[in-house]
């Protein structure tokens, strides 16, 4: 455990988070987030009573926020025994975890007595608390005179629970924990090396650990693109355990979550950390995909110009034809004021870019990994030193040098948000609970779809399981349930109109291909 | 024919276009299309030897801009003979239509002696003159002791093409045209009577002129939205004659050309029909897909206060969220000052919205279709006044009466752009040509693909042939062959980062179900 010590084990059940203390004023932030998030409240009073979540034991990981209370108070509503942590060592609002863990006011729970859901999650973890945080949901309480249990289903996002599942049966399996890896080879991390001394510590304890945890899961929810992606590797590989939804493709998720989230959160994550104006200012944005068109936007909105990189042609193409200059970021770094990654892939910032920064230029990623950035090679050049600003908020002080096209480059510092990990969850709250609603309502969906096993998931015999999506009804019911909290009115079909576009009045309205 | 005769038939070939002495007007304006359509001309420079397209027999339907003018020109670059038609009787640029006949300068051909492609359009055809039009292009000059000829492809924008072979086809199988619709009847409208008289006398001349067709015919490339709907109903009911290329769906069509495009030619055909201000005012847009995204976005970059409606719960949302206030036309009708449809559906704005509007609001449509608003229904009301402001720009005068509530009504009047028809090709120009080298690089990427047979189009025994998208490569080729006239650069993933994101150095770069 770290030094930011978190609360003692406390009966009725285990728990760990900051302090209970903070649970009435996470419940207040919770009973506002409630009232816009009615995608959630609709869920609730519409499958409150059949309780579709009875039997699910669900091991949640996910930014311990306040919207994310609200996710597991519905999921508890419809039936669910929960069990959550944090996906990011920075996410977690620490009243909001505690509120959960009390309870809700009719639970009767107290900071004394809680009577809420078991959540493992602080603001601040050390990655050694954070494996351990996500281990201990896939611990359960063992029922009166029954064996050990594990979850039989999990809610994910980024994908470290089902990796850790994964990893761990196939170490068990081979009947070994791979080798630490070394600084420089490839797969190196120093989170890598907390993941494998995890799966030791656990294996070593009780050698069937994952074998006895995986056999119990019978489906994932993963809620974004970078933990997609480690799914669809899996699946191609014929490695996946057990069926997996794509919460992040439903339109009503990435389309929303991803786009206009970022848009808010992006510009609340800078002004919280540095209070520095964007307006007339350069900012670069490394990726135009969901996030990336989120956050241009925010810049421009905000007076900024903005500069776009890209990989792919077409989002390259979007961003120009939406007005962006579109550079690479080595021809343009020493111009730009901002710069903010959003590609889900590994170092897109480099070191040698970070020297070439600036002075005082700002550095953070809003991707869901932190190796976006190469801090670790940052922190590896001689004669750089970080100076804690405020906690998320560094600046690293770089020494007088030569460029490489042989400038004399004097001292100057940039600023680093979050160490590199996700700004607007590290440095603000994250998204605003309208929009996580949007994204929530699907995640429940996807685990009612899940827990009582829906046609579309099952896996033929001879196949492995594979990577589905939400059918569109349920993406456009997500919409529907949104509509009027916005004063929006929605236009019905006629028949005859219906019948001339091929569809039914009711929906869905568009081809599976269609891309809103 | 119409009274706006059409010049008589010139050798050595046949075509009928307003005056080849617009040929040089439209030479001008295509050689300064060609410079902004990087698309096509990188086509040119990269197919023109292996001349792809020697063989093909193209059938082309698309409004006879300038655009389409390089388009024409760069499938006979690739080898192609081509037969031309506009899809739309007011979308026709003349001096590009004679271009085209009079043929490149290289050609040698003269308003005199023209050495261009066959063309059959004019601006302001009657029904009769366009579907002549779209018969001629079935019917190709014998070779040298052969028999008749037909294309061997279609190049269809809005399925008419296709669909009179259908159902002249159908026609001939059950040995009859069917009768007449009357007016009230489901399926009639003044267009179907004519198509149904062009079906009757093809047929009465030549009994199989359709089966003797059809089997020639190896594959269509559709443009449009429209005419994909109607081409997946054709595939969903087992009707469809040969595999079609659903060209509409690349990203580099849909999300740039009707997003775009219509951002850029909305506003220009208002102001070119009516000068009239949109700063300020309110505008109402039926439909929030492709082309309502455009149109809402240049309506608001021009200051202009946008309400939209749409029947898809997904597409609302995402209105709403991009701030525009989401209504249904009757509830906001006496307040716009703009309507403007863009729906791919009938009936959108029907005769009770029209008497319901605003004095001197301008009604247009930009989706495919003229269906989209009841000018019939308008017509038939009792007291109703057309007056010809200049051509495709009627003033319809409505005469004081009573609103269904009861509250008198003075005179008043309504602007009616195109008489209905897509009023940025009937008022302006349609799309710029830099949007319309992404989407007809797609065109012509499709022609070569079928005319290759590439394997996917293969259809299976026992199986019908179906709709199928460009693969994404291509799409990405088309994006990548528009970014260095705009001066974008491209960044290139290391293998590493590739291998991270689970893709190619060289692309595809996203899975089929990646939204943009
Ligand atoms: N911070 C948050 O609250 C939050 C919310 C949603 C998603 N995410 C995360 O954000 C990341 C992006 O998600 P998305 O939905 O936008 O994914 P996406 O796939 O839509 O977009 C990523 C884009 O980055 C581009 N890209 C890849 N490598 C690049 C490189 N080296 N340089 C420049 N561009 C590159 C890709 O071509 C793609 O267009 C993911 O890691 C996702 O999990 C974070
Ligand atoms: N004028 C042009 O240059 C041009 C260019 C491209 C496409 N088009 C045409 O424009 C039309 C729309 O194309 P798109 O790509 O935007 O299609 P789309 O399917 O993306 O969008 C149409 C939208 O209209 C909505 N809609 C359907 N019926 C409605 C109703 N009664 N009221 C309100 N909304 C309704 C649908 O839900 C959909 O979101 C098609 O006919 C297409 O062929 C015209």
Redesign the pocket.
């Known amino acids: 455990m770290s030094d930011s010590a978190p609360v003692p084990r406390t009966d009725p059940f285990d728990h760990r988070v900051r302090d209970l203390a903070l649970a009435t004023a996470g419940r207040h932030q919770i009973r506002l987030a409630e009232h816009e998030m009615p995608g959630l409240m609709a869920l609730r009073r519409e499958l409150g009573d059949a309780q579709p979540l009875a039997g699910a034991r669900i091991a949640g990981s996910l930014h311990m926020t306040v919207q994310t209370a609200v996710l597991i108070e519905t999921l508890t509503a419809l039936g669910a025994q929960v069990r959550w942590a944090s996906c990011n060592i920075f996410s977690t609002q620490d009243e909001a975890a505690a509120a959960v863990v009390v309870g809700r006011p009719e639970s009767g729970g107290s900071p004394e007595e809680p009577a809420g859901v078991p959540v493992f999650a602080w603001k601040g973890e050390s990655l050694a608390d954070y494996w351990w945080c996500t281990e201990q949901i896939l611990r359960w309480p063992a029922p009166e005179g029954a064996g050990q249990q594990g979850p039989n289903l999990i809610l994910d996002d980024g994908g470290d629970v089902t990796m850790l599942v994964h990893e761990g049966l196939a170490a068990e399996n081979r009947g070994a924990v791979p080798g630490d890896p070394k600084p420089g080879e490839r797969g190196y991390s120093e989170e890598k090396l907390v993941v494998l001394d995890t799966l030791r510590r656990i294996i070593a304890a009780e050698p069937t650990f994952f074998s006895r945890v995986a056999a119990g899961i019978g489906g994932v929810s993963e809620e974004t693109t970078t933990g997609v992606h480690r799914l669809e590797q899996l699946a191609a590989s014929g490695d996946l355990l057990f069926p997996a939804i794509n919460v992040n493709d439903s339109v009503t998720k990435s389309k929303f979550d991803n786009r206009y989230g970022i848009r808010h959160s992006l510009p609340d994550g800078l002004n919280r950390a540095t209070d520095v104006l964007m307006g007339g200012k350069t900012a670069f944005v490394a990726g135009y995909g969901d996030v990336g068109k989120g956050a241009a936007e925010a810049l421009r909105g905000q007076g900024a110009r903005v500069i776009v990189s890209e990989i792919d042609p077409i989002c390259a193409l979007q961003a120009a034809m939406d007005g962006y200059r579109v550079a690479r970021l080595e021809d343009v770094v020493g111009e730009v004021d901002f710069v903010i990654t959003t590609t889900g892939n590994v170092d897109v910032v480099r070191a040698e870019h970070i020297l070439a920064m600036k002075d005082k230029a700002v550095l953070g990623n809003i991707g869901h990994f932190d190796n976006e950035l190469d801090i670790a090679g940052l922190a590896a050049t001689p004669g750089v030193e970080k100076v804690e600003i405020k906690p998320q908020v560094h600046e690293w002080l770089l020494p007088a040098d030569t460029a490489p096209d042989g400038a004399a480059r004097p001292e100057r510092s940039v600023i680093v948000l979050s160490e590199g990990r996700l700004l607007n969850l590290g440095n603000a709250t994250g998204h605003p609970s309208f929009v996580m609603s949007t994204s929530f309502a699907n995640q429940v969906l996807a685990q009612v779809e899940l827990h009582r096993g829906a046609d579309y998931l099952e896996v033929a015999d001879g196949e492995t399981p594979r990577v589905h999506r939400l059918p569109k009804v349920l993406d456009e019911k997500v919409a529907r349930d949104h509509l009027a909290a916005l004063g929006a009115q929605l236009?019905e079909?006629?028949k005859d109109?219906a019948e001339y576009?091929g569809v039914d009045v009711a929906g869905p309205?568009?081809s599976e291909h269609?891309r809103?």
């Open positions: 236009t079909l006629t109109q576009i309205y568009k269609y809103y």
